[in-house]
């Protein structure tokens, strides 16, 4: 029931910031939504049973290794990506339209004005196409 | 023979990742890059082709990997419709490499690294029988696309590439999710051990999951949004290598999957015909409105999933081979299509519909053929496939979905007509000069798309051109209503898209053999007993 449950929150809080502005608060949802996921995999091969099937264990209560194996590469894929994304959210500041232009432009301070002029030219650039 | 080539399988994920892996020390602009590039490229075509040969007869080709006994071992399975599909995934690769050689692309850092992995992942994700292994080879082709969405942005934007990035690995962590469910309910992933298991409702439910986490990667409505942004501003090659690859692979498991876990069970094929008639209909009604070449080649290319799904929903012998049929003809003439967008665009900077007017080389010739053929004109390959789809579905009693496709096929028609008329025929105004001496300014200098040019510039490059290109053999050039002195695109980037096109005349007059590949492949996919036996090894 706890891992139910603790599904249910993870992926609840991890839909909830993906649908948030923002690429750092997207990231953060998704890596919320694969530790659901991964906890589900676990789920999966069921958790009653949990005897290691060596060292004179019994194999009857031995634990499923195959969901662990499954969860170790999908953690590692989960972990390519989300590294990928978080490139994503750093490079080319300008043009993340995840980000609220106007709120997150005032802070800019001394740089606001040629943002706003690279910006105005940018966008005289792309109206041609 | 076909003992060698079975132990020999797994090369096909293998050799491209690790001569990729090679490629990554080899520095930048050493002729090996390429060299290596377009070899390994053109060995896998020729092993795909080799595993057509075998699997002509209906043998089917398995090796469990670390020789496990089957239903343990992850298995790579080559049948003739898995055989088929790679044959053309190789084409489409080696033609957009071909391209990107051509347009200088394949000059930026790791380009042949990428897309030899890429393959790699096509290739694993096209054999493989595990979901689980299926995941992950799905993401081996993901990581190089992000790169090479990366690396070869035109507007040096990434607002597509985030949007890409987050689409997919909201699809991949469903199909996860998918999978871990149908691992709760079955006890296995195999999908041969999974065969028929869709009676089950939990089963059919949990593979329903990943079928959900398939249409958003294959851009079927109403999850087809994403498509047209992330791949509009990526490198129209790119676009291109994209649309015979990724989408494809994502339908050729939605087939899969129907056709072993769900044995096309009723209900099921009909939610997938709905989702196949609005998609082929929403494509084909969006991509009219559209103003560009590109996005309204993208959304011919979703229209075009909706034909293919089509084929799976019917589930007959005629339907399942009308729908295999036009995937390869879809796979080929969408390809060619994105790179005539592809060349308009590096050779005029634009590819809007009002701007660029009076294209007159062999591109129209390669234009008009892929057009033709997509919209279903004889003796093209479209023809051959959407007469066989049109047929399959008056056949299994589906005349509203008969008349649809007709209707549809006239729609696309249409919009590719207009691309016709404002771009190919017409007169061409001097803009279009400007524009092609601006983008040529901006190859020079190494600049992003959206970077305006000083105008004076421009007109003087725009002026020397026009010198150079002198006046029309035979025509005076004033009074002269078709008059084409100026930038005319290279003959270098229009080969690899009459390549193509020639595929699509070949494949419309040799629609017979086309078809009876496809008959093999279906009928496979009709009865699944030898690939459940062929997998478990018993």
């Known amino acids: 029931m706890s891992l139910a449950l603790s599904i249910g929150v993870l992926a609840a809080a991890g839909v909830f910031l993906v649908l948030q502005r923002g690429m750092i608060r997207i990231i953060l949802g998704f890596v919320l939504l694969t530790h659901a996921v991964n906890l589900l995999i676990i789920a999966a091969g069921g958790v009653s049973r949990r005897d290691a099937p060596f060292f004179g264990g019994d194999t009857s209560q031995a634990a499923d290794p195959l969901p662990q194996a499954f969860v170790l590469t999908a953690i590692v894929i989960a972990f390519a990506i989300t590294v990928v994304l978080a490139t994503f959210a750093v490079v080319g500041r300008r043009d993340d339209d995840t980000e609220d232009v106007n709120g997150s432009r005032s802070q800019n301070g001394v740089d606001g004005e040629l943002e706003a002029q690279l910006d105005s030219e940018h966008e005289s650039g792309g109206e041609r196409r | ?538």
């Open chain 2, 1 to 538: 023979m076909t003992n060698i080539v079975e132990l020999l399988l797994p090369l096909f994920v293998g050799a491209p990742l690790l001569l990729g892996g090679i490629l990554f020390v080899v520095p930048r602009h050493h002729p090996l890059q390429l060299i290596m590039g377009m070899g390994s490229l053109l060995a896998l075509l020729g092993g795909a082709i080799v595993l057509l040969i075998l699997t002509f007869d209906g043998t089917i080709l398995v090796h469990q990997i670390a020789l496990w006994p089957g239903g343990i071992s992850i298995p790579f399975v080559a049948d003739s419709f898995s055989s088929l599909i790679l044959v053309v995934a190789a084409i489409v690769s080696v033609i957009s490499f071909q391209y990107m050689i051509a347009s200088g692309e394949a000059q930026s850092p790791f380009i042949a690294s990428l897309v030899l992995i890429l393959a790699g992942g096509v290739g694993g994700a096209l054999l493989t029988a595990d979901l689980f292994n299926l995941f992950v080879f799905i993401e081996v082709m993901l990581l190089p696309s992000y790169g090479l969405l990366l690396f070869l942005s035109r507007r040096g934007d990434m607002a597509a590439s985030r949007l890409y990035v987050t689409v997919n690995l909201l699809a991949s962590t469903l199909f996860l999710a998918g999978v871990g469910l149908i691992y709760a309910v079955q006890g296995t992933v195999n999908l041969a051990a999974l065969a028929g298991a869709g009676d089950d409702p939990a089963t059919a439910i949990a593979t329903a999951v990943c079928l959900g986490a398939l249409a958003v990667k294959a851009a079927v409505f109403p999850v087809h949004g994403w498509l047209a942004r992330a791949y509009g501003s990526a490198s129209p090659a790119v676009a291109a290598l994209f649309s015979g690859l990724h989408t494809k692979v994502a339908v050729y498991i939605v087939y899969r999957i129907s056709s072993v876990v769900f044995e096309g069970d009723g209900a099921w094929m009909t939610a997938i015909m709905v989702v196949a008639a609005l998609t082929l209909a929403v494509g084909a009604f969006v991509a009219l409105g559209e103003s560009e070449i590109r996005p309204l080649m993208l959304f011919q290319m979703v229209s075009g999933i909706g034909f293919i799904l089509i084929g799976v929903a019917l589930f007959t012998p005629a339907g399942l081979t009308a729908g295999i049929v036009y995937m390869v003809h879809h796979m080929v003439v969408m390809a060619s299509l994105l790179l005539i967008a592809s060349a308009i665009e590096q050779t005029y900077g634009s590819g809007r519909l009002d701007r660029v007017a009076g294209l007159r080389t062999l591109l129209t010739a390669a234009f008009v053929i892929s057009a033709l053929s997509l919209a279903g004109l004889p003796p093209f390959s479209g023809f051959v496939a959407k007469y066989a789809l049109v047929l399959a579905s008056a056949g299994a009693g589906q005349v509203l979905i008969a008349g649809l496709l007709i209707i549809v096929s006239l729609l696309s028609l249409m919009s590719l007509m207009r691309v016709w008329a404002d771009m190919f025929n017409g007169k061409r105004h001097k803009d279009v000069e400007l524009l092609a001496a601006e983008e040529r300014i901006r190859q020079r200098e190494g600049l992003f798309d959206g970077v305006v040019i000083d105008s004076d510039a421009a007109a003087a490059e725009a002026a020397r051109a026009l010198e150079q290109h002198g006046p029309p053999r035979g025509v005076l050039a004033s009074g002269d209503p078709h008059d084409h002195r100026g930038t005319r695109i290279p003959l270098r980037l229009v080969i690899p898209a009459l390549m193509l096109s020639g595929l699509s005349v070949g494949l419309g007059f040799g629609g017979e053999f086309l078809l009876q590949l496809a008959e093999h492949a279906s009928s496979a996919l009709i009865d699944t007993s030898d690939y459940v036996e062929a997998v478990m090894g018993r």
